[in-house]
């Protein structure tokens, strides 16, 4: 199976800030990487797809790059309604397709 | 509105079944591949299932094969999961996604989520 390691695990920001969370894959996914951000109590929400599509309605302060085995999350300048987890997923075949641990983005 | 709103959670003792229903609105769910994704309480998510627009491909994670099925009618917008053999660690908040084609395989809409607990 694709292992996806993400970090950091968790991470302290200010409204204003720029942030960027890794996902490396334990092999080439090519760019079927894909990230989500959840808050409490909510379904994730679709960001980026395919490693750097901004998904429709979504903020263009958020941006996603990479290829093969290492990509990132960029949050140009944090808002308050950022602060929630971050997930990064890959759907390369075969499967099974598989999720980061996550990333806590908080309140510094 | 596109919407997913799942059904069929509860409390359920180990050894046990339960069928999850994902009711779909607002798009031509016959078109599209559609997944099962769960939470464990406090945990990251995971991967359970997918499913083919004709019901011609469907994965699991390594997990669950042999216990978990999932199926769909598209008469009905709807999808399901039958889930056998339950154990503790089936625990979970039990979302379904919407999988489009062309979004490298990118969950798009999700549902609200359905708790399942497993416990004697």
């Known amino acids: 199976d694709i292992q996806m390691t993400q970090s950091p695990s968790s991470l302290s920001a200010s409204v204003g800030d720029r942030v960027t969370v890794t996902c490396r894959a334990s092999q080439s996914i090519s760019n079927y990487l894909n990230w989500y951000q959840q808050k409490p109590g909510k379904a994730p929400k679709l960001l980026i797809y395919?490693?750097?599509g901004l998904q429709s309605g979504v903020p263009s302060r958020f941006s996603g790059a990479g290829s093969g085995t290492e990509f990132t999350l960029t949050i140009s300048s944090l808002q308050p309604e950022d602060f929630a987890t971050y997930y990064c997923?890959?759907?390369?075949?075969?499967?099974?397709?598989?999720f980061g641990l996550g990333t806590r983005l908080e309140i510094k | 509105e596109v919407q997913l709103v799942e059904s069929g959670g509860g409390l359920v003792k180990p050894g046990g079944s339960l069928r999850l229903s994902c009711a779909a609105s607002g798009f031509t769910f016959s078109s599209y591949r559609m997944s099962w994704v769960r939470q464990a309480p406090g945990m990251g998510l995971e991967w359970v299932s997918l499913i083919g627009s004709s019901s011609k491909s469907i994965d699991y994670a390594d997990s669950m094969k042999g216990r978990f099925t999932i199926s769909r009618d598209n008469a009905k917008k709807s999808l399901y999961l039958q889930m056998n053999s339950l154990r503790v660690e089936d625990t979970a908040v039990y979302y379904c996604a919407r999988a489009p084609i062309g979004y490298a395989g990118a969950f798009d809409i999700w549902g609200q989520g359905t708790l399942v607990t497993v416990s004697s």
């Open positions: 997923q890959q759907t390369s075949s075969p499967f099974p397709i598989t």
């Open positions: 395919a490693a750097s």
